[in-house]
């Protein structure tokens, strides 16, 4: 990467000589709704003894509980950075025979991407609270066949065994007490050999799928002792996928004249039948899966049928979820895994599968008949509130993997999908007059990978970009977004920003291609319209943007394409001056003003972002995470790196080193404590420890805002941004939880300031002033300081011009501003002459 200079500067970074540990306040967190879910809800589990109990796993934002009102309880929320893995639920099951206990499955990729082995989480309580198992090996929540399933099982009638299945060729793990402690079955004869790419060795794809299902047979055992038979679903291709046992798991055979075309998704047993019932699909899902059957074993007679409800051309899917309905004997209902259009699929039978009856069919093509009536009110954004019959409006959904009748009510029905739960609580009437009531029943779930967020100080208090839905403006925090960010629609927006000095004007950018539009879109209303910018390449997409502070100039740096830049929506231009894994981010006081950092080095552009020059250094950094600019005062940036938190009041010319700070990921600065005081700054950072933390006086002491109920997954996933309009707002967009704001709900905690320490240094260096237009001035100055903990008010002697230093610790310069500006406390060593 070559480097033009504009400057060249020898920058000293000067070292707080404070170190404070961090004190606690109290904060009240909730999610900013989005509602309907989000994301992909692979598994939901009904408890068959208590009437109301029932639980929902998903692939990325942990595990909820059922209320009595239909919302959702959210139980892994305490998962911080040590354990964000736990939000990657991959098997639950809930105990029959006690239904207080709870056990979860947990660890989110079987590859690199996740270093940790998994583990059971085991609840006594509803899952109000854990103690983890861990296992020797790890487990996918967001891996492949991950919707197969329940992997995790509870005997019936002995609940102090359970059986665990499990990927990557581990085979079948069994506990003798209540899940504490495992060991491997070793008489099971198949580890499972599908592999959905072998040639995918570092990706999602090149690992085995493993154990699919387990599933006990009560009417096999007596209560009390172990159940003789249970029926065991391994992903295996043209092989024997079912396996049982009838003496606990001693021994093992394959099950007799099996299906071994497919691979097992579901084994369910409808137990006044005496019938297993499989689905199977030709991959592992959720997303493939263009061929598959329904069969039913007669577990007395020992036979199989194939009770497949389509054939021919109308079977262009495999199946996934199964669901039985223990009040009516031969009630069962499967689920199309992957049918991409018209629209998902549903069959329901009350005949054990003999005939069945489609959620819907065609009239005359393209015309659709829809047999339900569709209320969206949770969750706007899903689509038009009525039965859309255009064909490719996937209204019913789509990964359908887990599909659930209440076992104490028929009327009660709940599906997952990629993107909600859907349901009702008028099931029966499918048998009649077919109009069934279905709805979004996700209320609570907020399970989405937040990749932007912006605060503007005018317009709606947050926008987002959202991973697999776009994003949304949210004109309110409690009530869900009307709709997602369309005309451009993208599946994902990777970031957002706004025009510091027009905060209605926002850029946002897309991971797509050429066939979804250019990947920068363009609004002057606060994103309740949209343009796209074709000045954009076609080949570019994702990464980061930064908008000048007028809004007429983009920087982008695209997720393979290097650092771009455009003004007034012309083609955009390479940035050959500045990393291609810059963090970058603008001036919002001067529109020709762009910042950026990389490894050690901080680039400043004042040419609306055509050319940057290394300005001072970041220590020791080897990465730059994150840029952030005080809204009000040009030049003054924050960096969060590696190795900590870096502050700069001379636009990056030299840096303070903020003490204490360990390492730092997102920052963000929001509405100061006290009018005209410095904005209060945040951080996900290792300060005293990995946490949230706030500072009103620019990181000379900390308060940490988070607790120990809320971990908010993996800080270096997330992103922050913080409220200008209100002290205390900040936000936090996870990586599977949604979108969360804090307020401040306690007093702020005293602190006993540190013992004083001085340090002195001396160092010549080139350093740069911005004055409010793009007029660079050059001097090289020589200084000596010794700071204490103390600033003493200024005493008026020369007159320091506009955006110099006007006071701080150890200052013995002027301490009068030049007439429209005044001295501003930015922080306690540095205190800056800014616009009147």
């Not at 109290?26 to 029932?54: L, Q, R």
């Not at 260096?765 to 200024?794: H, K, M």
Request: with cysteine; net charge neutral.
């Amino acid at each position: 990467m070559l480097y033009h200079n504009l400057l060249v500067a020898l920058a000293t970074i000067a070292t707080s000589p404070f170190v404070h540990a961090a004190t606690s306040q109290s904060y009240t967190w909730k999610n900013v709704k989005i509602g309907g879910g989000g994301g992909f809800v692979p598994g939901i589990v009904f408890n068959p003894s208590e009437k109301g109990v029932a639980y929902a796993r998903t692939d990325i934002g942990g595990a909820y509980k059922l209320n009595a009102d239909d919302t959702w309880a959210p139980l892994l929320d305490f998962a911080d950075d040590a354990r964000w893995n736990y939000w990657g639920v991959d098997a639950l099951a809930t105990d029959p025979v006690q239904p207080n206990r709870l056990y979860l499955a947990t660890g989110m990729y079987t590859n690199s991407w996740d270093p940790n082995n998994g583990q059971i989480l085991i609840s006594t309580d509803y899952g109000k609270s854990f103690t983890a198992s861990p296992l020797p090996f790890k487990l996918g929540g967001n891996m492949p066949g991950r919707g197969m399933g329940e992997r995790l099982a509870v005997d019936p009638n002995n609940n102090g065994i359970l059986f665990f299945g499990a990927r990557s060729g581990r085979g079948l793990w069994k506990s003798t007490n209540f899940g504490a402690n495992w060991t491997q079955v070793a008489s099971f004869p198949s580890t499972g050999t599908y592999i959905p790419d072998p040639s995918d060795t570092n990706g999602l794809n090149g690992d085995k799928v493993g154990i699919a299902w387990v599933t006990f047979d009560k009417a096999s055992g007596t209560s009390g002792k172990a159940t003789p038979r249970i029926f065991v679903g391994v992903a295996n291709k043209g092989a024997n996928n079912v396996f049982v046992t009838n003496d606990g798991g001693s021994t093992w055979t394959a099950v007799a004249g099996q299906n071994t075309v497919y691979l097992p998704h579901k084994g369910v047993i409808s137990p006044a039948e005496r019938v297993l019932y499989v689905s199977y699909a030709d991959g592992a899902g959720p997303y493939d899966g263009t061929l598959g059957s329904i069969y039913k074993y007669n577990i007395t007679s020992s036979t199989w049928t194939d009770i497949t409800p389509v054939s021919g051309g109308d079977l262009y899917f495999g199946f996934g979820g199964v669901a039985v309905d223990l009040q009516h004997p031969g009630t069962i209902m499967v689920a199309a895994l992957n049918s991409w259009w018209p629209d998902g699929q549903i069959f329901r039978s009350t005949n054990g599968g003999s005939t069945w009856t489609p959620f819907w069919s065609w009239t005359s093509y393209p015309d659709m008949a829809k047999y339900y009536s569709y209320s969206n009110t949770l969750a706007p954004w899903l689509g038009p509130n009525y039965v859309d019959v255009t064909a490719g409006n996937k209204q019913i959904g789509w990964m359908m993997e887990s599909l659930e009748i209440d076992p104490f009510d028929s009327n009660h029905w709940l599906y997952g999908t990629g993107a909600t739960i859907y349901g009702g609580r008028d099931l029966t009437k499918w048998d009649s007059a077919r109009n069934v009531t279905l709805k979004s029943l996700a209320d609570g779930i907020e399970e989405t990978s937040i990749q932007g967020l912006i605060a503007p100080p005018t317009g709606p208090p947050l926008l987002s970009a959202v991973g697999d839905l776009g994003g949304f403006v949210h004109n309110s925090l409690s009530a869900p977004p009307s709709t997602g960010f369309i005309n451009p629609t993208w599946a994902t927006s990777s970031d957002i920003d706004y025009a510091g000095n027009k905060p209605t004007n926002i850029v946002r950018v897309g991971t797509g291609d050429s066939s979804t539009g250019k990947q920068v879109a363009l609004s002057t209303d606060s994103g309740a319209t949209w343009s796209q910018d074709y000045g954009a390449p076609d080949n570019a997409s994702g990464g980061k943007v930064a908008f000048s502070a007028d809004g007429d100039t983009v920087l982008w740096r695209t997720g393979s394409s290097g650092v771009l830049v455009s003004q007034f929506t012309n083609p955009f231009t390479a940035v050959p001056s500045l990393p291609s894994n810059a963090a970058i981010a603008s001036d919002k006081k001067n529109n020709s003003v762009f910042y950026g950092a990389s490894g050690s080095t901080f680039y400043l552009s004042t040419d609306g972002g055509k050319t940057f020059s290394a300005k001072g250094k970041l220590g020791s950094s080897t990465s730059a995470a994150k840029v952030v600019v005080n809204p009000g005062v040009t030049g003054d940036v924050w960096v969060s790196t590696d190795i900590g938190l870096f502050h700069s009041t001379d636009s990056g010319t030299s840096f303070t080193t903020i003490t204490g700070v360990k390492q730092a990921w997102a920052i963000a600065l929001g509405a100061p404590a006290k009018t005209g005081g410095y904005p209060a700054l945040y951080a996900a950072a290792n300060i005293d420890g990995i946490g949230y933390y706030r500072s009103d006086d620019a990181g000379v002491t900390w308060v940490k805002v988070n607790d120990a109920a809320h971990g908010f997954g993996s800080a270096s996933a997330n992103v922050l941004t913080a409220d200008l309009r209100t002290y205390g707002r900040v936000y936090i967009g996870t990586n599977g939880r949604g979108i969360f704001y804090g307020d401040i709900a306690g007093a702020a905690p005293t602190s006993t300031p540190p013992t004083p320490t001085s340090s002195t240094s001396t160092s010549t260096r080139t350093s740069t002033t911005l004055a409010p237009t793009t007029t660079i001035t050059t001097r090289t100055t020589s200084s000596t300081s010794t700071r204490s903990s103390t600033s003493s008010a200024p005493t008026p002697t020369a007159v320091s011009p506009g955006y110099g230093q006007c006071g701080g610790g150890g200052w013995t310069g002027p301490t009068v501003c030049a007439s429209g500006f005044t001295c501003s406390v930015q922080n306690p060593y540095y205190w800056q002459c800014v616009p009147a």
